[in-house]
């Protein structure tokens, strides 16, 4: 016991009485179940002060669990993935027995020291009860530079965006059985980043970086076709994401790399043709967009120059930011500074806290969001590779 707790032994037991009540109320041990994410890590992605490097770590998947506030690994297997890209690398079926896992690089096969573009898609067997880890079943290869990667609710179809080879693959999905039945030609120079199906089914958006736009896919089927609408958001659309109720898409605008503060953009798709209703600033290089569960709220990681080198006028610390939609505008609500070259993050099922993957210093890190009020946790977890994207599976 310290001097001061013996000189003051009421007042000590008074502030331990108010801290524990206010972590009881404020933290995700809140949550009255655990809960279970799939989160892929790149072994050879590493970063020091600002220089990419090649690193020597397996690539895997790791189980990550949520509970009492903490975090920990469950299960993890070795498998083909990648960071580069956007953090949408992960697509999990409906049922959340079966999951896919692109792969955009891998190591050169004939020099481990460089890194070369790949076009692999993992299958993945998910057991649902955790008895069993993850197993890797079975891989299609779909294009050069396979990205983001989306399942439709139905669990019967699947899309790859090739970023680069601009295109977007089509599988088909029944059970454990996947192969790629068709592909959108977008350009050569497109380079398509992420794709999303609309909850119907019927339509899907693709970001595209290369060409700045946002493409459409009219889907019909095992059908899809190219829409001739097109939707402009900002320079260099990237990461993307579609609201569970399928009323808005979101989409970070990468811009041009050169320390300006970048965008992300808000699209209506309530409308018979979509359309961009909103653009907000929110400082370099937004990485990751995802929608919480109830679709009112929308998590944007942002680099904000963390990436980038120590003598650099544009070097800074990452930032997780937090926004509500109200009257078809984007709301900033809050937000936590900290972390480095942040990745993928999600919701947990009831929104109280937030997971978020941070590349360079290879952490998962959590955050309590109360009604919209952000604060570090302080909890970690530690990973080998490099934290990339990241799915709530259960």
């Known amino acids: 016991m310290s001097n001061v707790s013996m000189m003051f032994p009421r007042y000590a037991l008074v502030v331990v009485a108010v801290a524990v009540l206010a972590a009881c109320a404020t933290t995700p041990a809140t949550q009255k179940q655990a809960s279970y994410y799939l989160s892929v890590q790149d072994g050879r992605a590493g970063l020091n002060d600002g220089k990419p490097f090649v690193r020597k770590a397996d690539d895997s998947l790791a189980v990550i669990v949520l509970s009492g506030g903490q975090l920990r690994v469950a299960q993890q297997v070795a498998m083909p993935t990648s960071l580069v ?215 944007v990681t942002v680099i904000d120059g963390s990436n980038k080198a120590q003598t650099s006028p544009f070097h800074g610390t990452a930032r997780y930011r937090l926004f509500t939609i109200e009257d078809s505008r984007l709301r900033p609500t809050a937000q936590v500074v900290g972390g480095q070259w942040l990745q993928g993050h999600a919701f947990s099922p009831d929104g109280s806290a937030v997971l978020v993957q941070d590349a360079a210093n290879r952490q998962i890190r959590l955050y309590r969001n109360t009604s919209g009020t952000l604060a570090d946790s302080g909890e970690r977890l530690q990973m080998d590779g490099a934290p990339s994207a990241l799915k709530l599976w259960r």
Do not use: C
Not at 97 to 110: G, M
Not at 157 to 177: D, I, P
């Open 85 to 299: 890209g956007p953090p949408s690398s992960i697509a999990i079926a409906p049922g959340g027995r079966v999951a896919l896992v692109s792969a955009s690089t891998r190591r050169d096969p004939a020099d481990a020291s460089k890194v070369v573009t790949y076009d692999l898609v993992s299958i993945v067997a998910l057991d649902p009860s955790g008895a069993a880890g993850p197993r890797v079943v079975g891989s299609v290869h779909t294009g050069a530079g396979a990205s983001g990667i989306s399942i439709n609710r139905a669990g019967n179809l699947a899309l790859v965006a090739n970023r680069t080879e601009g295109s977007v693959s089509v599988l088909s999905m029944e059970g454990e059985k996947v192969e790629v039945v068709g592909k959108v030609q977008l350009g050569e120079k497109s380079g398509p980043a992420h794709v999303a199906f609309t909850p119907d089914g019927r339509r899907a958006l693709v970001s595209r970086d290369g060409d700045n736009r946002v493409s459409l896919l009219a889907i019909d089927g095992r059908t899809v076709t190219l829409e001739q609408r097109e939707v402009y958001a900002g320079l260099r659309p990237y990461g993307l994401d579609i609201s569970p109720d399928g009323s808005w898409a979101a989409v970070t605008n990468l811009g041009g790399g050169q320390g300006d503060a970048d965008t992300v953009s808000l699209i209506d798709l309530r409308a018979k043709q979509p359309w961009v209703v909103d653009t907000v600033t929110v400082g370099q290089t937004p990485e990751g967009i995802f929608f919480s569960p109830d679709s009112r709220s929308l998590g």
